[in-house]
Each structure stands twice: as C-alpha cells, then as structure tokens.
C-alpha cells in the first residue's frame, strides 16, 4: 500500500492461548516486533489501533484444566491475569489486552457466523470424526496425537505437525491415539458446517500473487497451499467450551477457534473504541444477560472497513495459513473488511540449541524473568530483538544474552552516554554548554547523524527490525568514536572552548539516541530522557543537532545498564538443566493394545539367542545386519539398532528373539526374526536379555 494514502493503522499481534504464560519464543517471534512497530508509528504520529487479547476458547483450554483439575473458566482466569500482567510490566503497548470470553467478542464472531450461513456460504456436512469410546466424546484436532504422514514425528496434532510445520487433518495421522484416554479412537458420523475454501482459491491467488512484498516464508507458504488445491474446512467443533453455534440443530458444537480467534481483533477493536462497557462473559451460559450499548460514533469500524487503512498482523510462522488463507477467505465471504497488507511472521526460536517445549519446560518463562532480572526488560527486549528469527530459525543462550548486555549495551550504549553526561556536569556543572566553532570533523558526525532516522525507518516499515537495531547501536558507535577522537578530557587543560563544541555536540547524540531508541527500549529510552530533560521529541525531530539547546540544564548521571554476572547465568542455565534431569526420569508411558488371547500369545515363539556377527548395513543409518545363535540354527536377522549400538560392542550379546516371525526382506537382506528391545520415551533402546547366562535356544514365556 502506498504510505502516501494510508490515514491510519489496524496492528494486531496473535492472541495467546491463556494455557499458560508467554516464553521468549512468543516474545521474540509476535510481541517485541508488533510492539517495536506500533512504538515507532506512534512516534511518527500516525493514528494506529494496536490490539492484542488472550484466546480463551479451543482445546488447549480444556487439556490444560483437565491436567490442573480445575474448571476451564478458572484456567483462563488464571493465565489471562499472568499474561496480561507480565505483557504491561514488559512494556508491550497495547492499546487494549482483549479477552474472547468478553461479551462483545461473543457476539461479533456469532454474528459472523450468522451473516455467512444466512448467505449460504457454509455447506453442511456429515462426516467421520475421531470418536473416544471410553470418554465418549468427539475429538477435536488437539485431543488426537499420532505420526505425521509427512516427517514422520510420532508427536502430531491433529491439526498440525510442530516439528515440520504442516497443516494436516486428524485422519492423516498414522497410529491415532486419544488424549484423553490414550486410546485409539474409532471414526463415528457427525455434522459440521464448513467454509468452502476452494471457492475462493481465485480471490486469494489474486490477493496473495499482489503481496509478493511479503516474507519469503509467508508468501511461499501460501502459494504451496494454493498450488496444492484448498479443501472446505469445517468451521465447527464437536465441543462443551467456545462459542456456541448459534444455529438450529448445532446443540453441543462451538465456532472452530481459528474461526473465532482473528475475530477477536476486531471485537478488541469495538471495545477499545468505547463500543460497550461489558463485564466478562461465561460461555457456559444459555443468554446474553448484559445488554451491548453501541456509541453512534464509535469508529471501530475505521479500522477494519476504510480502504485507507493499513492491516498488518504480527505472528508466528505456525499461524500463517490461519492468518492469510483462512481468515482473509471469511472476510471476503462476509464482505465490507479490508484485507491484511502485510504479515510479518517470524521463524521460530530455539533455546541452547533445542527446541522451545512448554510441556518440558525448556522454555525462558516472561513472568520468571521480569522476576529474576528486576528493572532489566530491555535488556531482553535487545537481545530478542537482535537475534530475532525473521528469515530462519535462530537460538537464545543464556551465555549469549549476558555477552550482549555486557559487550554492547554496557560498552557502547551506556558508555557513551555515561561518559558525554559525566562530563557535562564535571566541566560545565550539568549545562549544556555553548556550541562554539563546528570543525570538518564535527560536520562529519552530525551529517552522519541526519542520516539514521530515515535507514531505521526505512528497516522497520520493512518489518527489519534486527536491521533497524543495529543501525540505533550504530549511533552510540558515531558517538563513542567522535569522543575517542577527540579525547575532550584532554582538550580541557587547553582548549575549553573546544571541548563545549565537543560535548554539545555529544548531547545531540544522546537526545537522538533517546528518540531512536524508544520503539526498540522503551524503559531506557525514558531513564535517559529524564536524565537529559528533554521530553516531547517525536520522531521527525530526530536527525537534528539542535535537539538540545545551551544553558538548558541535565540531571545527575546514571548508569543506564549495569554489568550481568556470571552467578545470575549460571542460576539460569541451572534451571534448565533441572528441567533436562526431571525430563529425563519421567517416561511417557504407551498405552495398552487391544487384548489378545492366550492362544495368540502361545504361537509367538521367544528364545534366548546370542550375537556371534555384527555388521552395519550399507546406505543406512539405523540398520545391522546380525548373525545370531538361537541353539536351533544360526540365521540372519536386521536390526534398527545402528544408533544405539556400534556392531563391535555386542557380539556376545544375548537377546531375546521371536523366532517364529515369518521372513521379511529389508534392504536386499532375507531377515528371520526380530530382537526384542524396551524403549523409553527418549527413544533411547536397550535389549530385553537374560540377566545371567542362559543356554541359548531357551524359551522365553
């Protein structure tokens, strides 16, 4: 869209599951940059909405208070208030933190539903859904775990794969099993209304193909899924928790969450913009027991309908599909909303090299930082910032975080502005002192100067924000560099006069770093404009080396960051290793298969045999190629054991072999049998084997 004829600016950033708290994944993949964005907006003046809101409706909801054995109302009360809390002590500004349990919520994404089965957009459906006997209940996507048909991890939804990323359906999954009961469940009919998303795959082709602007990763993502033919998708859940559907004949299903949850952007937008004034709604209830007061003038709609306006969603790259195929096909379906312009979303974050697990808890909690490193927010709002996954996967380490605080925001950044407000007050008692003659070399710096506003504009309405960062460090780098070369503290015996010019000079660059910084470290940005007295600065005001006029009287110096000690970080590194230990003795155990009966049992013949040869199979990873003893003959049997165990380690090994397993031909090789192993949920095997010497040919019962 063209800058020129944008009035005014919707930025959303994706809801959280109140399922528990924000990490630094969610912070460095949507918050911090939604936020940094927003920040800089405003400071160019520009009418922008930044909303944002806790997703209390979905599965994850109901897993975790099954878990905790609470109700799902007090689940999301309880992290609503966490998440809400560590968000505003952060400094994300939002302009609203929304919840979906909200009464206006309710019935924005009722009356969507309502507007596009009331045009006929929905085709009703009976189909086979996963059904849990024992639970007797429907399963929705996240109650189903099984192996992705496409990586093959053993630990997929039934909406999506987390470690590759795709999209799937329940019954892609291979080896389905309930979360509930553990398992597997059956295919029973149910009806649902589905959104046709193949109607509109020539709409969204258009609207994709003229966004080529977009992330590599965003835009490739959707032309995969437009290449590969969209699918209806049902837009309603066989649930007791959400929005209810508010036709006939829908008793017991809610609206899908990915159809209620985009949504809750524009409700955030209605009630920020004074559209009700509404207590919390109960999803349990049977009505609307809170009448909505809507202002003539509210302007909600502003935001979401004038074709002046920019839409930009901040989210992870897990969310993509939802957020530029879903969503944008049920705007178009109900008319009147402006699309999304932009969506930046981020890779994902790592953690010391692995990947971030909530259910682990190998994850940097927001709520226990802001409790282990008091008043330091911007410190993890920079390091966030400058290793921030925007094109491909990055990691956090702990060791990383401290060397940046300590070799960058201590020795450059506050270093300088130590030092230039040190001076100030040592030579000239804390007044900005008179800028006399400007030399070649002062020209050079503040030419240099007047060039950063507009290459960190530039980076961060290009959604670059690690590119932006760096430019504002590249600041206090001109500023260090110019009192490193002109060593004023040697001037000052001889040339007082210089050493005005020197340090006024110096003092411009401070108040631009204070206006440059703001988006990026909000907290700092205010420690440094109270220590200069200079409030009030917008962004087009920076580049100037007239921020900061003589006479004009600064504070005492503080230091704006301090050094992090190894202890703190050692503390840190510990508890994730106390996460690794507790992970590491906590097996997920597999439930039970179907029964058998004792005259299946009895035709399985197990005997002990012993290894005598052992040799890897060629072009393979996991595969040996053994020659084993079973006292009856000696045969060949291959293994998927190569990552466990180096051939030479187990010959003269004893195992335990069915014997009787009908041969199968594995990478060329007849195998007769299989070796019985036990293995955890690490993955981790070891042989089922007597423990003491045993003839071989033995039977095992």
């Known amino acids: 869209m063209d800058n020129s004829k944008i009035k005014r600016y919707t930025v959303t950033a994706a809801l959280p599951y109140t399922n528990g708290p924000v990490h630094i994944g969610h912070l460095a993949g949507v918050y911090i940059p939604a936020d940094i964005y927003a ?62 349990s909200s009464l206006t919520h309710h019935q924005t994404a009722s009356d969507f539903f309502e507007n596009l089965y009331d045009k006929g957009v929905f085709t009703e459906e009976v189909t086979e859904q996963y059904y849990d006997e024992e639970a007797k209940q429907f399963l929705a996507d996240r109650y189903i775990t099984g192996t992705c048909p496409k990586c093959g991890n053993e630990n997929a939804y039934g909406d999506q794969c987390e470690n590759c990323g795709s999209t799937l359906n329940a019954t892609d999954l291979i080896n389905p099993k309930s979360t509930l009961s553990g398992n597997k469940p059956i295919l029973k009919e149910t009806k649902n209304w589905f959104l046709p998303l193949d109607k509109y795959e020539d709409q969204l082709r258009t609207y994709i193909e003229s966004h080529k602007e977009w992330r590599p990763n965003v835009y490739g993502q959707c032309q995969s899924w437009l290449n590969a033919g969209l699918q209806p998708r049902a837009m309603t859940r066989d649930l007791d928790w959400g929005i209810k559907v508010p036709v006939k004949g829908a008793e017991g299903k809610v609206l899908y969450v990915w159809f209620d949850a985009p949504i809750g952007y524009i409700s955030a937008t209605k009630e920020l913009c004074n559209y009700a004034k509404l207590d919390v709604w109960n999803p349990m209830a049977e009505e609307y027991y809170i009448r909505t007061v809507e202002s003539d003038k509210c302007g909600w709609e502003e935001y979401w309908k004038e074709e002046d306006t920019k839409l930009v969603h901040f989210i992870g790259k897990d969310n993509i599909v939802f957020h530029c195929i879903i969503f944008p096909a049920v705007l178009m379906a109900h008319g009147g909303y402006i699309l999304p312009d932009n969506v930046p979303a981020n890779e994902f974050l790592n953690l010391e090299g692995q990947k971030i697990s909530t259910s682990k808890n190998w994850a940097v909690w927001l709520n226990e930082y802001l409790r282990d490193f008091e008043g330091k927010q911007d410190v993890l709002r920079y390091v966030l910032t400058a290793t921030a996954p925007e094109t491909k996967d990055n990691d956090f380490t702990w060791k990383d975080f401290q060397a940046r605080n300590n070799n960058e925001l201590v020795a450059i950044l506050g270093n300088f502005v130590n030092r230039v407000m040190v001076l100030t007050h040592k030579y000239f008692n804390g007044v900005v002192p008179t800028c006399m003659e400007i030399t070649a070399q002062d020209q050079s710096v503040i030419d ?58 110096s003092l411009q660059i401070c108040v631009n770093l204070q206006i440059l910084m703001e988006p990026f470290m909000p907290f700092t940005s205010e420690k440094l404009m109270n220590m200069l007295q200079s409030g009030g600065h917008i962004w087009e005001e920076a580049g100037s080396a007239k921020l900061i006029k003589r006479g004009h009287k600064i504070c005492e110096a503080a230091l ?81 054991i190569a990552e466990h165990y180096k051939p ?6 004893q195992v335990s072999l069915l014997v009787n397993l009908a041969p199968r031909e594995i990478k060329g090789i007849v195998s007769q049998g299989m070796i019985l192993m036990a293995e955890n949920a690490a993955g981790k095997l070891v042989f089922v084997a007597p423990t003491t010497n045993f003839d071989n040919g033995s039977v095992v019962r």
């Open 560 to 640: 704006l960051f301090d050094k992090i000690e190894d202890a703190a970080i050692d503390f840190q590194i510990e508890k994730l290793n106390q996460s690794k230990a507790t992970n590491a003795l906590v097996t997920e155990v597999v439930p039970a298969k179907e029964n058998i009966n004792f005259d299946q049992f009895g035709e399985m013949d197990i005997r002990v045999a012993t290894i005598t040869a052992a040799v890897k199979v060629e072009k393979t990873k996991k595969l040996l190629k053994l020659t084993v003893n079973t006292g009856l003959d000696e045969r060949t049997v291959v293994s998927g």
């Open 648 to 653: 030479e380690d187990i010959i003269g090994q």
């Open 39 to 100: 920040r800089f907006l405003r400071s160019n003046r520009r009418d922008v909405k930044f909303v944002c809101g806790s997703d209390e409706n979905g599965v994850p909801i109901t897993l975790k208070a099954k878990r905790e054995g609470i109700t799902p109302q007090e689940v999301v009360d309880k992290y609503h208030k966490i998440i809400g809390d560590s968000f505003k002590e952060f400094g994300v500004s939002f302009d609203i933190y929304h919840r979906t």
């Open 448 to 505: 240099e100067l007047a060039l950063f506003p507009d290459k960190i504009a530039f980076s961060i309405e290009n959604y670059r924000f690690r590119e932006a960062l760096s430019e504002v460090m590249n600041v206090a780098r001109l500023g260090n560099k110019y009192l490193a070369e002109t060593e004023p503290w040697k001037l000052i015996k001889t040339d007082e006069d210089r050493v005005r010019t020197i340090l006024f000079v």
